[in-house]
């Protein structure tokens, strides 16, 4: 999901430069600034007045987990900032463009957040040079951190990080092994050698600098570990349940079915089933906990997929398509899909999972 960009300027120039990128960019537009009684209205035309201190509204943005680009001094963003800055995963992308919108700077969350990114996308707009400073973009290493966000992973052991990156600026080998079946696409380039083991087991990969998995042992990384644990998002979930569910029993039933199969909560990719389902309340919340998107597919959609599947007179009867959960899975999950657990029933609850075929990984 695309963050909002929020931008703020400080003078008359500053509102030019934020309508110009607003322009090609989507953004909201702020002003703190008292314009001249000769200035024009349409100056600020479309913009929202700050009248709450800068440190509070940079706050609420942090909250909102949107991006923000200060147009004026660096030392007006990093104050407004400080207070909010917790760390590289959280920290949401904070951006300057000078006054004149000749250079732009990200200051924070340049590779997770994608601050850098973003200063690439501004530059095309407004010719401002973006200066970047972050070593991996400044030798054409290999950033796991970028590596991670444009692939949707939770990065589980961030205190990795400084050697992976340290060994993709020194132009040293990486290697990468999965447990999952993948192909990463280098677009063209590979900067530094990476070599990636599919067969891999994620224990024992003491020679291994990143591991791609989806096991469930998010507790047991150590901070001290020199391997970077990575889990993508590949777990495709079909739900199935009586109208009027209680909410809490599907939570604990579908977590549990997780758990069962080994892999962690945040490997999860898309809650799904019947469309009939879609204003299901237990539903809905289940996929609000877990932050995945609800996904819902007509009974005839749902019957269009190749594969075998443990039918039921009674639901096909009810809904019109015999199974949904596993079905529904197999649907989110792809062409190429692999069910991984077929339906499991509890108490008017169903449950199934899938994964894609193979995990296309960009870098």
Partial sequence: MERQLRIICFTRQGCRIAKKIAARIPAEMYYKFQPLPDESEAMVSGMHEVKEPLNDWAAQAFRDEAALLFIGATGIAVRAIAEAIKDKLTDIPVLVVDMEGRFVVPILSGHYGGANELAQRISSV?????????????????????????????????????????????????????????????E???????????????????DTDICITGRAFECDIRDESETLYLIPRFLHIGIGCRKNTDPDKLEEFTLRCIKQLGFASSAVASISSIDLKENEMAVLLLAEKLERPFMTYSAEELEEIEGIFPESEFVQETVGVGNVSARAAARSAGKGYRLIRETVKEDGMTFAAAIPGILMLNW
């Avoid at 052991?157 to 040293?172: D, E, F, M, T």
């Fill in 126 to 186: 407004t010719g401002a040079v973006p200066v970047i400073t972050t070593g991996t973009d400044i030798t054409g290493g290999f950033a796991a951190d970028v590596f991670a966000g444009k692939n949707d992973m939770k990065i589980l052991n961030p205190a990795a990080l400084p050697r992976i990156s340290g060994k993709a600026v020194a132009g040293r080998r990486l290697s990468i092994s999965s447990e999952l079946p993948m192909r990463i696409m280098f």
């Fill in 188 to 206: 063209g380039k590979r900067p530094v050698t990476v070599d990636y083991n599919e067969t891999a087991h994620p224990e024992g990969t003491f």
